[in-house]
């Protein structure tokens, strides 16, 4: 059965209520429904997940999918059981998909139905470039797909911005956002940014292949509350991570809350520890925002 279209049955099994509470409220009106000529109740999923959504009602059960489901279809059955695997899927399918330029409305669609920022950044966007990465190690994508999933993905992430950053008024506190040195992987610090601009933070985003010293200047300039660096590339070069540290070191010295993160603190922590405190996720970073928040006052410049 194709998944837009459900059984008082099926919507039933979703909530885990008796299928006379369903037609309790399809007669109430408060569920919108449609009736066959046979005079059976049909509910479209997207008014299932509206109907979700404004009452905040948790689906305990699953829809199971079929070959035939469409990928919006899917995306509803995600969306409204909350299933992060199938919506990385069809992130995965749709950064890869040639020409196509729907990313931005299908993580505007995301953020509008109950996904929240961390989710989309650590459940979706994250675990779908890894796919792609993979898939590219494994010989099974040319490496234009992968910079093209990329660029698409930064480009829909900064159409998402605008909507973002309505959602709060400035709280005063600032951030320098930068992938230093050679760093080139710049999907996270985007995310790591939004995440701070959620939180009613000013962002000074300086994106990826900062050189140091324009990271030291800026915060002798701006003056920030916090520095966030996202390091991606492990390096092993000496000179390289000498470099690094001493940069740490001075910047550390010049005393804004430093938070690091990106898939290299899972390696190089130890080293970076002395200097700043590492993440892993948005979701730390969401919480880490909060403690620093209750712990210093805003400067009012
Ligand atoms: C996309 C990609 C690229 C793109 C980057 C495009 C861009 N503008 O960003 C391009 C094609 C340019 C690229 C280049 C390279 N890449 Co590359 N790339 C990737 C890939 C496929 C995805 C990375 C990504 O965007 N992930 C999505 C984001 C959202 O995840 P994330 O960065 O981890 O961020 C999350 C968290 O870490 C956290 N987070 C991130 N930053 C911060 C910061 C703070 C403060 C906090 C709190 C949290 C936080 O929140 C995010 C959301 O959950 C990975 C594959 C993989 N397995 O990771 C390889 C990968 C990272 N690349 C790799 C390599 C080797 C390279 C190159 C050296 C290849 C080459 N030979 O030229 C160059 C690097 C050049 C350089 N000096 O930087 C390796 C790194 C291996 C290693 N051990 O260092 C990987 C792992 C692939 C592999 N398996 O070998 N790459």
């Excluded at 509470?21 to 429904?33: F, P, Y």
């Excluded at 992430?157 to 400035?170: E, F, H, M, P, V």
């Excluded at 915060?219 to 991606?232: E, F, G, H, Q, Y």
């Amino acid at each position: 059965m194709k998944k837009t279209i459900l059984s008082t049955a099926d919507v039933a099994r979703l909530f885990n209520v008796t299928e006379t509470t369903v037609k309790r409220w399809a007669n109430e009106g408060t569920l919108k429904c449609m009736k066959t000529p046979g005079g059976h109740r049909k509910f479209e999923m997207k008014h299932v997940v509206e109907f979700a959504q404004s009452l905040n009602f948790e689906p305990v059960g699953t829809l199971s999918l079929t070959n035939e489901d469409t990928l919006a279809e899917r995306i509803q059955v995600g969306v409204l059981s909350r299933d992060f695997t199938i919506l990385k899927n069809a992130f995965v399918e749709k950064a890869l998909a040639p020409g196509k330029k729907d990313l931005f409305s299908y993580f505007s669609y995301l953020y509008q139905h109950r996904i929240q920022l961390w989710e989309l950044f650590d459940l979706v966007i994250g675990p779908g470039m890894t796919e792609i990465g993979d898939r590219w190690a494994r010989g099974e994508l040319d490496v234009n797909a992968e910079h093209r999933a990329s660029y698409e993905t930064l480009e829909a992430l900064a159409k998402l911005q605008t909507q973002i950053s309505a959602k709060q008024r400035k709280n005063g506190f600032r951030v320098i956002c930068a992938c230093p040195g050679e760093e080139q992987h710049e999907i996270g610090l985007r995310c790591s940014s939004y995440v701070f601009e959620s939180e009613g933070w000013l962002t000074h985003y300086f994106g990826a292949r900062t050189p140091y010293e324009s990271i030291l200047n800026g915060v002798r300039t701006l003056k920030p509350t916090a520095v966030c660096l996202s390091i991606t590339t492990e390096s092993d070069d000496k000179k390289e991570i000498e470099q690094l540290h001493g940069m740490l070191k001075d910047l550390h010295d010049l005393q804004p809350n430093i938070l690091i993160g990106g898939r290299a603190v899972h390696s190089n922590g130890h080293a970076l520890l002395e200097y700043a405190s590492l993440y892993h996720s948005s979701f730390e970073l969401m919480t880490a925002i909060q403690k620093l928040e209750m712990k210093i006052e805003p400067r009012s410049n």
